[in-house]
């Protein structure tokens, strides 16, 4: 390249940086640039557009950060190949439906970039249902600290200062934990499988909900763990076969939704909890309370709502909990609060495999849930989520499904369509939209005509045009 005409001029719109980068990544796009090319040393460049040098080196950075140039060390800087370089504005494929529907389908087809309203398969708010001003602040507030501090490992427990708000957060649910009890996570998915590889060996069995969140049924398996549903109704689990499958099968593990069950939005009634914590006792299982949920609870003065550990105050129970549901999903921030000693072992596990989660992501938490902001930003969803329920869920009805629990909080429905899911779930992604099956959401996996509704995903025409031509 010899760029001795000018290619920049300091009268145009943005940064001197700027135009030398769209300018020869132009001519590279245009094949102007032939890949292998040398581009003309930093000094050469600065001295033929009358710029800096260090202009220069930030443009050529810029380029070789965005794949069209390669820097050889002693050589230069040469025209890399784009041939093989991915469209980064290309939309992922749909999985074609002709595969075998299953967790990992769901997962997978949950990445797509699918406008949101064409999700109602989704476990995720909308992003104009979130704040991102908020996670925004947060991020420019931590680039402001000591930049030394953001270089290091965290602490293998966690950021201290975000363990010590928690610690007030759980007080509020009568839930008892010094910052040593707990222990900050890769979301609640990471929580569950420490607690899982602590506690379970291959051949042991773990119980969960029938229905449940899907995804960890896989990641059980995985670990050659056999996991049996136990069936939820309106008010928790059934006690009577919880009681009956532990005699025969022996859990080390049962995983439990208390309040804002995933799929039902339903919550434990107080009985149900005693009568958990009894079986738990009398056949020697931890209980993990999930309950990632939590913050779209509207309180106990408006609904009631038990939680096993503060009932159990962590001595059978670990408390699970995080914010990806209600600050951002990319927001990969949870946590453990169990016994002190568990908390150390489950803090020396997590330090083995991922050695320490990232303290930038938790220090942008403590900074929305330290300066009051958070408890108002959850009240705003919840008010949201509110406004639309019943409307939703009475549309849905009036086209021919049916909502069994009809729960005053949550973000989902547990809807009776009368018809096979999975084949509905087929149509539904070849017109773009994205269903949740009811089977995925058993250990069993068997054909189900229930499906999960996300009611924040609801307000796109044609996904009620579709539902209502299919549902019969």
Same mark, same amino acid.
């Given at each position: ?79 890399? !190949? ?7 504005? #290309? ?5 074609? /439906?002709? +595969?075998? *529907? %299953?967790? =990992? ?66 007080? !509020? ?7 040593? #009890? ?5 979301? /609640?998915? +990471?929580? *569950? %499988?420490? =607690? ?87 056949? %020697? ?188």
């Amino acid at each position: 390249m010899r760029p001795s005409s000018p290619i920049i001029s300091r009268d145009s719109g943005g940064s001197l940086v700027e135009q030398i980068v769209r300018s020869v990544a132009s001519r590279i796009d245009d094949k102007l640039l032939r890949t292998g090319a040398r581009m003309p040393s930093i000094r050469q460049f600065a001295d033929e557009q009358h710029v800096s040098r260090f202009t220069v080196v930030e443009a050529y950075d810029r380029l070789v950060a965005n794949g069209y140039l390669e820097s050889r060390r002693g050589s230069g800087f040469f025209v890399r !190949e784009r041939a093989s370089m991915i469209n980064n504005n #290309q939309v992922a494929k749909p999985i074609p /439906v002709s +595969q075998q *529907l %299953d967790v =990992v389908w769901l997962v997978r087809n949950m990445f797509r970039q699918l406008p949101p309203q064409k999700m109602p398969g989704s476990g995720v708010l909308p992003h104009d249902w979130l704040d991102g001003e908020l996670v925004a602040n947060g991020l420019r507030a931590i680039s402001r600290v000591n930049s030394n501090q953001l270089l290091h490992y965290g602490t293998p427990q966690g950021f201290l200062p975000l363990r010590q708000q928690l610690q007030l957060k759980l007080a !509020e649910l009568e839930i008892a934990a010094a910052p040593e #009890q707990i222990v900050m996570t890769s979301g /609640v998915t +990471q929580a *569950l %499988d420490l =607690v899982a590889r602590e506690f379970t060996q291959p051949g042991d069995t773990i119980f969960v909900d029938d229905p449940a969140w899907f995804l960890m049924f896989g990641s059980f398996a995985i670990l050659g763990a056999k996991v049996i549903g136990i069936p939820r109704l309106h008010d928790g689990p059934d006690v009577a076969k919880l009681a009956e499958l532990a005699a025969l099968h022996k859990p080390k593990l049962y995983i439990i939704n208390s309040v804002m069950h995933n799929p039902t939005s339903t919550s434990l009634s107080a009985a149900k909890a005693f009568q958990v914590l009894k079986a738990a006792e009398e056949h %020697d299982f931890m209980i993990v309370e999930d309950d990632i949920y939590c913050d779209m609870h509207p309180g106990t003065a408006v609904q009631p709502a038990t939680r096993l550990a503060a009932l159990d105050q962590l001595n059978r129970v670990l408390y699970l909990g995080g914010f990806s549901k209600t600050l951002a999903a990319n927001l990969r921030v949870g946590f453990i609060a169990t016994s002190h000693e568990l908390a150390v072992r489950l803090s020396d596990r997590k330090m083995l495999s991922t050695l320490t989660t990232t303290e930038i992501g938790e220090r942008v938490v403590y900074k929305i849930l330290s300066e009051g902001h958070y408890r108002k930003h959850a009240d705003r969803i919840r008010v949201k989520l509110d406004s639309v329920r019943d409307q939703v869920t009475k549309k849905i009805e009036s086209i021919g499904m049916n909502v069994e629990y009809r729960t005053p909080a949550g973000m989902f429905l547990w809807a009776e369509t009368g018809c096979d899911t999975i084949a509905l779930t087929e149509k539904a992604l070849e017109q773009g939209i994205l269903l949740a099956p009811g089977s995925l959401f058993s250990p069993n996996q068997l054909p189900s005509t229930r499906m999960r509704i996300n009611i924040a995903a609801m307000s796109d025409p044609g996904v009620w045009e579709f539902l209502k031509k299919e549902i019969k």
